[in-house]
């Protein structure tokens, strides 16, 4: 308590203000109404102010003083004009707002709203002026233990800060719970329901500044992202991928002493009140492929609903998180692309939300980096308040030249800064297809280096012993090959021996019987003659000699069974011109038939064995 | 024309057995994969159980800071206060491997995380180790034999274990690196070329900087060079394979820091350079031989033994006595314990309190092999139809996987390579004979078939006599001529041609063939189910299926995260040492001892600040510097591995060092027990107090579901710490050394209590305060 009082008295040094007050004297406040939310840990001014210009010239700025504790903490300020009331009352865009630095004014911050028209003589208007804190409640005590509530103290004065004469005003402090722990009483002071009400107090000068100090329980987690990155990767395949990272702390009393689970787990709403236990990220439609991690892993408590306007993410940290307390996760989800990105003159733009999806959270430090695709030109950033803005580049899945990154960066960020930005570019949709046909190119470069290697000589020696021997090898095989050839050749001319013969039994012809025969024959030896000059350069080949035993043998078979389908063929042939009987035909041949099965099978196996050489 | 055809297609079948066997090994790659992903999908991408986790962080710190600085890493953040050197005391492979992979990967901008990187690298480096696999038994008995044996291995559970995904550990590599070493030693010994020897050399250096198990490799090869000497079979090829493995190898693996100057001087090693000389001798002798007549080479053998009876007792008595002089006779504790499996329980209870250092059961031995337990026998019988150094090198590898894998349940992953080859072979010499037989029968059906089998089995019978007869004099001969090539292909031609006239019955072929298959088809059944079901736990996230869905304990990480969001940086924990790599790498806190139990005196310091009363744990830990106290807890959600459970190890180790825990002070009649029958020693310990503080509050009774007992001391305070988390299911609690300030007044009021309830715990108290060994 005794520090807050001193704060405050040091803020509000009287003497200066007077003297500057004079100065801007010619508008007069007729009437001020202000309410102050203090439901959860960010606290919401709201005031209407109604202006008279009761001056000479016309005026064309209104001036709007804070205290240095409360402007060092102004995360958000919407001034717009209000016309009508009730039912009827519209509300203008929102009016620029400029800081300006009077001289010798130290500890007080000056915005200067520039009205859309001047504010002629006599002429009045009514404005209202919404500015959003953080960190003005302070836990009192500082630390608790955890079966106490939070406690958090607020302080500001009962009267409008302001340069201005006010005729009449009046304040409202909206509590979370109708009870409070204690207030400061001053006259026309009421506490009903869960608002305090100051006033009305009528002509107050300027610069009377009464210290209000409002004590009370407010078990609301104060959870504050200490730091917030969020990455929007654009991918023109279909997908705007969102990565954010949470460094949070629970800002409010820290814990102090045990924590017991056991008192944690049966009575969570007395043992724990102020803890945080769960967030809910509102996300896009169709948001997909959602997941929830930190550094060392999934978290599985998390819980996703959707309908056709959001989803919702429930998650919860992986323990309840008591003041003080911290913890760092990442969230991540893809969203399509078509419902954020358009196109626009040429340009192509995302439009897409600044601020954190999370309910009621505090944002220390926020960096949106919009991770555009590579090759993107020309790009451009709109957004609805100033921030600090940067490139950068992102090297990542087969990228050369890098992706550039537009970096925002903001201090003090709440969820009335969850409004859409748009980032412009222009990208050739051509572009699109240069990582698949690098990868295309990539490939076929590796084929054509395996072709090229296997059909290179990359021999250093030319003239080793090795490597003569290789060649004498190849030559080998070659000529097993041609030897193949023939043989199959042979076998083949078998079959159709055969054939013959089963067409014989079929039709009778034996004269074309008999002609098969003869230029089977004559291919048979044309073939015997190719053969030759192999055997001898298998024969004469060192490289061949273990081979050599085999062909040989293979030769031999070759031959015996040659002789026997010849004999088989004439037997037949024989018969048939004998008109003998098919039985009769099949006793004479049964003993040479299956002579030729043996040496078939043999020469096949043969065959095949040297095939595996 | 029709020539051509032919010739064509020749050379396309030819070219299709390749570019199909080539298939078959890309899908067996894609199989050893994608069959360990189970964890990834069941599961998540992460890092499994106790040593990964260090892996893990060690290999982040490798990527972030660099190779030089990896080896002079001094790691302040584990075993407080000593530290322990990284560099000097971790085999680098897998983090060296892992390390490159993540860096090629970056470079060529595909943005891995590290994590991601680790926990895929075992799943990848299973799918090369079955491609090793393939070319070891292609070269023991071709690529039928090899193609099955990759087929298994990539499958084989006993792996599968130790490499699903997120299985960073040592094994995940060293298994690929022991078949690959293997692999190029009989590439060596069959081609007697000296670049794959040098090859092999490599390999084995990797070897060396993956795994401890490098050791078998450096005895087994040395048996087989052995074996062949003394069976015949010396060759200079032989030679070629062995000299320049012990010269490079050893001279590569002493630049390994962590083994260093262990590769000449411990026992490990001393077998190899024994068979080295050996060899050299018999070298010597073959060239003598060649160049003396037989009458002089008679004298020169009388000479040399003489001399050389000489020389050898005074090189054995110099390995005897270098034997002697080390401390636990120039053996590790862990290869003691795999000669005599019971020296480690009698002398070492932190080797025998790892699980994985038991013996196996039988039922470990079905789980882990299933089926390949039944084809071995076959294998070996297959590898006997003609033996050949590839061959009887496998049988080798066979037998001593097996007597070790008898040991020591972490070995039976060096059996499951050995057993996977056997059994290859086994299939595919068995398919071979029923196929042959069926196509016999099926082209020779014009035939009686009957007549046919008995004429066939005859005919085998002679042939396999007089074939087998000549295939050795070819041998001897081929060897004389030195003909290599021809060596190599002259028995397996042989043995074809043999094989081909064993004809069996058809129904009999389609019969067994069949079966075969199905017993194929069981393997593969079990395999898949290990791997989704029994292999695939990350051990730091337990799930359960109830009838209300699947509910999943993610205590440990929940614990982690707290203790590494809400707690000083420099702040140290203490715990019992299987959680300190985990706290070190997912909660960046120090501690005090850790799974790499290099400080047997640090973790019986623990052991006995666990076993204290809480007063001494207090004095110790405070000596420590320590802030935190982890216990991990199942009593309430009936998780069965917890601290009291290891307790007696505890309990055992404490006392190893400080012989005032004595542990009968903890069993009643023998039996550990926690409830009311327990010792007081055991109900005042203070691993009790901080397992049990307020457990009875839960339902009132404070039942175990482990134990399945009620608690013995129910309600009890603690004086000297205070609760400061405890995970959502109990499973792991944190609690804070109370400041000295607030300790003494927690003591005044304790003494009074205490005076009041018994008179005895305050003089026992005092006692164990001046035996605490840090004071």
Known sequence: ?613 | MAAQETSQSATFRHAFGNVLSFAVLLLIGVMAFSIRLFSVIKYESVIHEFDPYFNYRVTQFLTKSGVYDFWNWFDDRTWYPLGRVIGGTVYPGLTLTAGTLWWILNSINIPLSVETVCVFTAPVFSAFASWATYLLTKEIKGAGAGLTAAALLAMVPSYISRSVAGSYDNEAVAIFALIFTFYLYIKTLNTGSLFYATLNAIAYFYMVCSWGGYTFIINLIPMHVLLCIVTGRYSPRLYIAYAPLVVLGTLLAALVPVVGFNAVMTSEHFASFLVFIIIHVVALVYYIKGILTPQMFKVAVTLVVSVGMVLCVAVLAVLIALVASSPTKGWSGRSLSLLDPTYASKYIPIIASVSEHQPPTWPSYFMDINVLAFLVPAGIIACFLPLSDASSFAVLYIVTSVYFSGVMVRLMLVLAPAACIMSGIALSEAFDVFTRSIKFHLVGTTQNPQDNAGDATKVTQNDVKSEKSEDTVKERSSRKSKKDKENIEKPSLVSRVEKRLLVLPLETSVMAVFLLVLLGAFYVVHCVWAAAEAYSAPSIVLTSRSHDGLHVFDDFREAYAWLSHNTEVDDKVASWWDYGYQTTAMANRTVIVDNNTWNNTHIATVGTAMSSPEKAAWDIFNSLDVKYVLVVFGGLVGYPSDDINKFLWMVRIGGGVFPHIKEPDYLRDGQYRIDSQATPTMLNSLMYKLSYFRFVETDGRGYDRVRNTEIGKKHFKLTHFEEVFTTHHWMVRIYKLKSPRNRIRGKTKRSKSSLQKSGTSPSSKRSTRKRNPWQ
């Not at chain 1, 409202?172 to 009870?179: F, I």
């Not at chain 1, 070759?558 to 026997?564: F, N």
Request: glycine share 4%; aromatic share 8%.
């Open chain 1, 1 to 613: 308590m005794n520090r807050l009082r001193r704060d405050l008295s040091l803020l509000f040094i009287f003497g200066f203000f007077t003297l500057f007050s004079n100065v801007c004297s010619d508008l007069v406040i007729s009437k001020l109404d202000r309410q102050i939310d203090l439901s959860s840990q960010i606290v919401r001014f709201t005031t209407s102010l109604k202006l008279e210009n009761n001056g000479v010239e016309a005026v064309s700025k209104v001036l709007l003083p804070y205290p240095e504790n409360q402007a060092k903490n102004l995360a958000f300020l919407l001034v717009t004009i209000t016309e009508g009331k009730g039912k009827t009352k519209t509300s203008s865009d929102r009016l620029p707002v400029d800081v300006i630095h009077p001289e010798g004014m130290p500890s007080l911050t000056w915005y200067a709203v520039s009205l859309p028209k001047e504010l002629s003589k006599g002429g009045s208007l009514t404005l209202e002026v919404k500015a959003v804190f953080t960190h003005l409640l302070t836990p009192f005590p500082e630390k608790i233990t955890q079966a106490d509530a939070q406690l958090v103290a607020f302080q500001d004065s009962a009267h409008y800060l302001s340069p201005y004469a006010v005729k009449v005003q009046s304040l409202t402090v909206k509590l979370p719970e109708p009870k409070v722990e204690s207030y400061t009483k001053l006259e026309n002071t009421k506490f009903s329901g869960s608002e305090i009400k100051y006033g009305p107090y009528e002509n107050i000068p300027p610069f009377s500044l009464p210290t209000i100090i409002v004590h009370f329980a407010n078990n609301k987690p104060f959870s504050v992202a200490q730091e917030l990155v969020r990455e929007i990767e654009v991918s023109h395949w279909g997908n705007v991928q969102v990565t954010e990272n949470y460094n949070l702390i629970h800002a409010g009393a820290e814990l102090k002493g045990e924590f017991s689970r056991l008192d944690y787990e049966e009575r969570p709403h007395v043992r724990g009140a102020s803890a945080l236990r769960s967030l809910v990220a509102r996300l896009p439609a169709r948001a997909h492929s959602i997941y929830y991690r930190d550094e060392i892993g999934n978290i599985s408590t998390s819980n996703v609903y959707s309908d056709s306007v959001k989803t919702l993410l429930e998650i919860e940290p992986r323990y309840p998180m008591f003041g003080g307390w911290r913890t760092a996760f990442t969230i991540g989800y893809g969203l399509p692309l078509q419902d954020f990105l358009f196109k626009s003159e040429g340009k192509r733009f995302l439009d897409i939300t600044f601020g954190c999806p999370m309910n009621d959270m505090v944002i220390e430090n926020i960096y949106v980096k919009v991770v555009l695709p590579e090759g993107s030109k020309d790009i451009s950033v709109v957004a609805p308040f100033p921030s600090k803005e940067t490139r950068e580049a992102k090297l990542s899945h087969l990228d050369i030249a890098g992706r550039p990154v537009v970096v925002l960066e903001k201090k003090n960020v709440v969820p009335e800064h969850n409004q859409n930005f748009q980032v412009y570019y222009r990208f050739s949709s051509l572009s699109l297809l240069r990582e698949p046909l690098m990868l295309v190119f990539g490939f076929l470069l590796f084929f054509v280096a395996c072709i090229a290697y296997v059909h290179a000589d990359l021999t250093i020696s030319k003239s080793s012993s090795s490597y003569i021997a290789k060649l004498q090898w190849d030559e080998v095989q070659t000529a097993i090959q041609q030897f193949q050839n023939i043989m199959n050749r042979v076998l083949v001319i078998h079959n159709k021996l055969d054939a013959s013969l089963r067409d014989l039994s079929r039709t009778g012809d034996v004269q074309a019987c008999k002609a098969a025969r003869k230029t089977a024959d004559a291919f048979l030896k044309e073939l015997t003659k190719e053969l030759k000059p192999l055997l001898s350069f298998l024969q004469s080949s060192p490289q061949a000699l273990h081979i050599v035993a085999k062909v040989e043998e293979l030769v031999v078979k070759e031959k015996e069974l040659q002789e026997k389908v010849m004999l088989k063929h004439s037997m037949v042939v024989d018969s048939y011109e004998k008109k003998s009987g098919g039985k009769d035909i099949d006793n004479r041949i049964a003993a040479v038939q299956q002579k030729i099965t043996l040496l078939r099978q043999e020469v096949d196996d043969l065959l095949e064995v040297i095939d595996e050489i």
